[in-house]
């Protein structure tokens, strides 16, 4: 791997980390102001707003500029959204604007993969990438939980500076704490190198952007390999996305676990993904990644299976297992979906419009979870139809990417070996 590599590798750690961290404190701030249980869930959505709005800028703003630079800017934002939580925003505001700086972020940390790496290398570096950030997230959700814990209170009351300049209560400090991990990471995004590759610039009138962005979904979503990627990452991140807040509520409904527990057995899922991600990255060629599919469907039906688990011993290896599975599962369909969108319309504009469709799921998912709550809905309800979602749309995945080898065998195969001769590149 090149040496810019690990750099961008760095810089997504802490801010993601930071990112992870931000959410528990969040659902901790809002719990002890008494908030009802639907504004915590609404957290997800929330965060995903300014991916699916944005959608259509956002590609062609990481293609015009050097993506180091984008990232600097995207961190900068997520900065602003924690101090506006700090200073006494309604936290679903200002973690919306968190959301608007990881929004312009995404493309920018994916798109540079293909453009630095060579396509032999996008598997293992996807592989390595999201293991890094899988094991960010496990340190962020330790960390939010440990710093909302009755102990971390007892300990940061003790220090008279923070008083000093209006921070009071663990979840102030541990927002205070996580604007300079952000700032961390803005500045090793300074350090990332310039790849080479030419600038796309922005259009003189951004609304011109609205039809290139639907004609570059629109062929995505047309391509025989792509539409299977994308359908498949999108489902993915879309149930992922809310299962951590799931988890959480699941944790305190079934072991009777605070925040800080809960958080822990967040972490614990996070831990199976990074394994899978890993042996993903290691096992599966670019044009074997329809072959992970079914992973899909037993991973839904894993998902049912927590509603009859209450004895944290069985609960953990079990996450380990369920992580696992999605891990293995989204590396190289990831892979794949970033070869086949480079392709098609250049690395900014393709991971916009993954992210668009991943978010509006994560959006969808988590607005239907929020006001099912709201109605009385349980977390064990909410499993059972997230885990039903899963296996029908899995299925459904599984039957159009046969009906593509069926009727248009000719197509795919060409495509596959596309893959095949540029990873052996």
């Known amino acids: 791997m090149k040496r810019g590599f690990f750099t961008i590798m760095s810089a997504q750690f802490f801010s993601s980390l930071a990112d992870n961290a931000l959410f528990v404190v969040a659902v901790e701030l809002l719990r002890a102001n008494g908030a009802p249980e639907w504004q915590r869930a609404a957290l997800v959505p929330m965060f ?230 890993i042996i993903a990255s290691a096992r599966v060629r670019l044009d074997q990644a329809p072959s992970v599919i079914p992973l899909g469907i037993a991973m839904g039906a894993l998902v049912i299976l927590m509603n009859v688990i209450n004895n944290v011993w069985v609960a953990a290896p079990f996450l380990i297992l369920l992580g696992g599975l999605g891990g293995y599962l989204v590396v190289p369909m990831n892979a794949l979906l970033q070869h086949r969108g480079h392709n098609l319309m250049g690395a900014g504009r393709s991971i916009a419009v993954q992210n668009f469709n991943e978010q509006a799921c994560i959006l969808g998912l988590g607005a239907f979870y929020s006001l099912s709550t709201g109605l009385g809905l349980t977390a064990f309800g909410a499993i059972t139809a997230f885990g039903l979602v899963v296996m029908i749309a899995m299925f459904f995945i599984r039957a159009m990417h046969r009906r593509n080898l069926r009727n248009h065998p000719e197509e795919v195969e060409r495509l596959l070996h596309i893959a095949r001769s540029d990873e052996g590149h």
């Open 48 to 277: 995903a707003l300014f991916y699916v709005v944005l959608a259509p800028f956002v590609g062609a703003f990481a293609d015009a500029l050097p993506k180091g630079k984008v990232m600097f800017i995207s961190n900068a934002i997520k900065v602003i959204g924690c101090l506006m939580m700090l200073y006494g925003s309604h936290p679903l505001v200002a973690y919306a604007v968190v959301g608007l700086g990881a929004a312009a972020y995404s493309p920018a940390k994916y798109g540079i993969l293909t453009e630095l790496l060579p396509p032999s290398q996008l598997v293992k570096a996807n592989g390595w990438i999201e293991g890094l950030t899988i094991g960010s997230i496990i340190l962020g959700v330790l960390a939010g939980g440990l710093l909302v814990s009755s102990q971390a209170i007892a300990l940061l009351h003790s220090i008279p500076a923070l008083d000093a300049i209006g921070i009071h209560g663990a979840a102030q400090t541990a927002i205070f704490i996580l604007v300079f991990i952000y700032a961390l990471a803005a500045a090793i995004n300074t350090r990332i190198p310039h790849t080479g590759v030419t600038m796309r610039p922005m259009p003189k009138r951004t609304i011109e952007l609205l039809p290139d962005f639907w004609s570059c979904n629109n062929r995505l979503w047309a391509d025989k390999l792509g539409q299977m990627s994308l359908a498949t990452t999108t489902l993915f991140w879309g149930v992922s996305g809310n299962l951590r807040y799931i988890v959480l509520a699941w944790a305190a409904a079934a072991l009777g676990y605070s925040t800080t527990q809960a958080s822990s057995l967040v972490g614990v899922v996070a831990i199976g993904t990074a394994a899978g991600a």
